[in-house]
Nanobody, 117 residues
Framework: VQLQASGGGLVQAGGSLRLSCHAP???????????MGWYRQAPGKQRDLVAT???????DYADSMKGRVTISRDNAHKKIYLQMNNLEPEDTAVYFC?????????WGPGTLVTVSS
């Protein structure tokens, strides 16, 4: 499944960004049955979970992100979103969209989020 992520950029500390991920060529039923998620990787660090969302829309968040991010999905348009608020310089990273089904895992190319102090 090909994933397209967008919405990254440069923001000041305390600001907000909304990331989007689209799976334009995915079969709708396949997308709708997948667990979707966002992960991030800061320079020199491993890739870490930010949030996931089940096919029915139940979210799960990394402890470090709870209260500051909201993940959502639009199954009809095969998209997921990550609303990030009150961003901190420590949130600077490349954010990756993830697709996970019973038979396949796919990663998007990543979108860079830079938070200045």
């Amino acid at each position: 499944v090909q994933l397209q992520a967008s919405g990254g950029g440069l923001v000041q500390a305390g600001g907000s960004l909304r990331l989007s991920c689209h799976a334009p060529r995915a079969i709708t039923s396949v997308f709708n049955s997948a667990i979707m998620g966002w992960y991030r990787q800061a320079p020199g660090k491993q890739r870490d979970l930010v949030a996931t969302i089940t096919p029915r829309g139940s979210p799960d968040y990394a402890d470090s992100m709870k209260g500051r991010v909201t993940i959502s999905r639009d199954n009809a348009h095969k998209k997921i979103y990550l609303q990030m608020n009150n961003l901190e310089p420590e949130d600077t990273a490349v954010y990756f969209c993830n697709f996970r089904s019973s038979t396949q895992t796919s990663w998007g190319p990543g979108t860079l989020v830079t938070v200045s102090s």
